[in-house]
C-alpha cells in the first residue's frame, strides 16, 4: 500500500555534510509525521528528528544545530540535512512516516534504511 524509499547515504569525514531524502509513495490520503531514526551496531533505535504536518520540528538532543529536518508535502518527502557529522553519527539511518492509506487510522510506515557512516 505504502512504501518509503531512502536515499543519501554513504561515508564522509568528520566534519563533512551528507543529505538523506526519503519518498513516500502508493495509495496515501494524508501524511501526519514524518521522520528519521537510527540504529548504531549494538544500540537500540533512536529517534533523530520528526516534523509534523504543519511543520513543527523536533531533535534528538546530540543533533540539534547541526541537523535540519525539513519536508515537501506535495512530493510526500522529508530530508535530513546533516552538518558537522562526527563519527558518533555512524548508523543506518530510518525513514518514517505516519499515513492514513487505505482504512480508517494512521499508520507507521518504514523505510528500508541507509547507512552513514562518519570517518575519523
Known amino acids: 500500500q505504502v512504501q518509503l524509499a531512502e536515499s543519501g547515504g554513504g561515508l564522509v569525514q568528520a566534519g563533512g555534510s551528507l543529505r538523506l531524502s526519503c519518498v513516500a509513495s502508493?495509495?496515501?490520503?494524508?501524511?501526519?509525521?514524518m521522520g528519521w531514526y537510527r540504529q548504531a551496531p549494538g544500540k537500540q533505535r533512536e529517534l533523530v528528528a520528526t516534523?509534523?504536518?504543519?511543520?513543527?520540528?523536533n531533535y534528538k538532543e546530540s543533533v540539534k544545530g547541526r541537523f535540519t529536518i525539513s519536508r515537501d508535502g506535495y512530493k510526500n518527502t522529508v530530508y535530513l540535512q546533516m552538518n558537522s557529522l562526527k563519527p558518533e553519527d555512524t548508523a543506518v539511518y530510518y525513514c518514517?512516516?505516519?499515513?492514513?492509506?487505505?482504512?480508517?487510522?494512521?499508520?507507521?510506515?518504514w523505510g528500508q534504511g541507509t547507512q552513514v557512516t562518519v570517518s575519523s
Open positions: 518514517y512516516a505516519r499515513i492514513l492509506s487505505t482504512g480508517w487510522s494512521l499508520k507507521d510506515y
Open positions: 502508493g495509495i496515501i490520503r494524508s501524511t501526519d509525521h
Open positions: 516534523v509534523t504536518s504543519g511543520g513543527d520540528s
